[in-house]
């Protein structure tokens, strides 16, 4: 008797993997940045930690509404594009199946067997069929704003209450190098886990987010101290 082939895909983390990992990370870097700029500023410790707290609420609106936006438009698309193809079915079916063919044949399949392939998909839901091979269009990757709105909201707050644990913790006079230092170590542990979930290598993953998080950090820990120094 066969044995089942069981197969599993990460195409479909992919839509709330982006809007996690990039919630998670901005609420890391610009909290973690935000608190070193007002630290080396000279603030006090209660100050510095009410405008961490403010930052991860204003941050996690922030990207809530963005990403909810950004999302929903391009559910929008893909309506107005399935609604233009479904007429298009209606009015010229003999155009959309030559079409379909096409796409196949371009493929690799024989340009009969491409026109019965067409044919059979279309006479089982011709819409689906040119959705998924001429737009691009599945199930899975199809655009959901409410998930993605909630992943970056929820992850953004994770990502930022990080860093303000460390400096609800941590001592005025070293709170400057151990917020940097932990929010280095906060991002290569995203950055690797974020990879490992997309299959990807873990260290680039690791490398690169850290990078550009300390580049992040380290220019607005240096605005703070002009301004600290200013004043």
Not at 92 to 112: K, M
Not at 169 to 175: E, M
Not at 207 to 213: E, L, P, V, Y
């Amino acid at each position: 008797m066969p044995r089942h082939h069981h197969e599993r895909h990460r195409t479909d983390r992919i839509g709330w993997l982006r809007a996690a990992v990039l919630g998670a990370n901005d609420g890391i870097v610009s909290t973690a940045s935000l608190v070193l700029g007002v630290a080396a500023a000279h603030a006090s410790g209660q100050n510095i930690l009410v405008a961490g707290v403010a930052g991860l609420v204003a941050g996690a609106m922030s990207m809530a509404a963005g990403e909810y936006v950004s999302v929903h438009s391009q559910a929008d698309s893909e309506r107005a594009e399935l609604a233009r193809e479904h007429l298009e079915l209606q009015t010229q079916s003999e155009a959309e199946h030559r079409e379909l063919a096409a796409i196949y044949v371009g493929r690799g399949l024989d340009p009969q067997l491409a026109r019965q392939v067409a044919e059979q998909l279309m006479a089982h839901d011709a819409l689906d069929a040119h959705a998924r091979d001429e737009l691009g269009i599945t199930e899975v990757l199809k655009a959901r704003p409410l998930q993605a709105a909630g992943a970056s909201a929820l992850s953004f707050a994770v990502g930022s209450a990080l860093p303000l644990l460390v400096v609800a913790l941590t001592p005025a006079a070293s709170l400057l190098w151990l917020v940097f230092a932990t929010s280095l170590v906060f991002l290569a542990v995203l950055g690797a886990v974020a990879a490992w979930a997309g299959g990807a290598k873990m260290g680039v993953g690791a490398m690169r987010i850290t990078f550009w998080g300390a580049l992040a950090m380290a220019i607005t820990t240096g605005v703070g101290m002009l301004f600290g120094t200013a004043a």
